[in-house]
């Protein structure tokens, strides 16, 4: 993998803080000219990622959040949002869609699905008590300039 940039964000898991993450990633992707839905489809799964953090890891606690991403010369977007927050105990059962651990709370259990609709692949790694690693890659298409 050849590294065009990379940035790191730490933040602490405040609901009001997932606009934050989600503007700051947005800025970073621009330096490779994403179109317009390519940079919504980033900015939705990182908000969904973020909002995972603070609604399950941290739950009537604040936390950690840290989100790194790197940009690849082959135009491929690398995003790890992690965690230090309760874990989970069943990763496959956790990416099921409708699937929730907050069940009353409005959640629909939908994060990991909406994730891997705007994602071209979502890993997730997880030790319960320890954290979770999101992690969301994304190829952003190469335009050829014609002026």
Known sequence: MNLLNEMTLHFESRSCNEGFARAAVGAFVAQLDPTIGEMNDIRTAVSEAVTNCVVHAYRDTIGPIRI?????????????????????????????????????????????????????????????????????RKAIARRVNHG
């Not at 099921?96 to 651990?101: F, H, N, Q």
Request: no cysteine.
């Open 68 to 136: 790194n991403v790197k940009l690849t010369a082959d135009h491929v977007v690398i995003i790890r949002i992690h965690d230090n927050g309760i874990g989970i105990e069943d990763v496959a059962q956790a990416m099921e869609p409708l699937y929730t651990t907050a069940p009353g709370e409005d959640r629909a259990g939908l994060g990991f699905a909406v994730m891997q609709s705007f994602a071209d692949s979502v890993t997730v790694r997880s030790k319960p008590h320890k954290g979770t690693t999101v992690t969301l």
